[in-house]
């Protein structure tokens, strides 16, 4: 919420204690501006949570290419060194190391890369749930303003009608908490 919002709210209150019977919807309004900053903040640290997912499904690519160039560098010497004719016991013990190296790094791919798949699918789920919330907040401040309508023109219509965008919000971000996406 903007302070020039904050402002013209705390004027539409002023009007409206002077008109009892539009208490309740002073009321709503605050309400519906408690919730609005709620969702704006949950909203916030979803989005944030997602971009440091990425930056850790990023790292893990980083640490999962790495370690396949390690294994093709380690696969390709242990060729070349399978390729000579060698006839030392040395050279021959250290292409076996190469290669039992190799199995094990081959295995170690495959964890890093799960890994890495794990974190992009925390990503797309962050994502979702910031979506949601940004939906939500986007519904709570459409019922907020329909809400302040009512103040100028002293028709319930427009109260109930942002009651209902409120409820509407409410209930959109509510689901981000209540399922896991």
Request: overall charge negative; proline content about 2%.
């Amino acid at each position: 919420m903007e302070p020039n919002e904050a402002q013209e709210l705390q004027e539409e209150h002023e009007q409206a204690a002077k008109n009892p019977s539009l208490r309740p919807v002073s009321f709503t309004m605050s309400v519906l501006a408690v919730l609005v900053a709620i969702s704006t903040v949950l909203g916030h640290r979803t989005h944030t949570e997602a971009v440091l997912a990425q930056a850790r499904a990023s790292d893990q690519w980083n640490e999962y290419q790495a370690k396949k160039i390690r294994l093709n560098e380690t696969q390709l010497t242990s060729d070349l060194l399978s390729v000579l004719a060698i006839h030392d016991d040395a050279a021959r013990k250290l292409m076996d190391s190469y290669k039992s190296h190799s199995a094990k790094w081959a295995d170690d791919l495959k964890e890093e890369q799960d890994k890495a798949h794990d974190y992009e699918a925390e990503v797309r789920r962050a994502e979702r749930k910031g979506n949601r919330f940004d939906l939500g907040e986007a519904l709570l401040e459409i019922g907020l303003v329909v809400t302040s309508i009512t103040l100028l023109t002293r028709q319930r219509a427009y109260w109930y009608l942002g009651i209902g965008f409120g409820v509407a919000g409410f209930i959109v971000c509510a689901t981000v908490l209540l399922l896991h996406l």
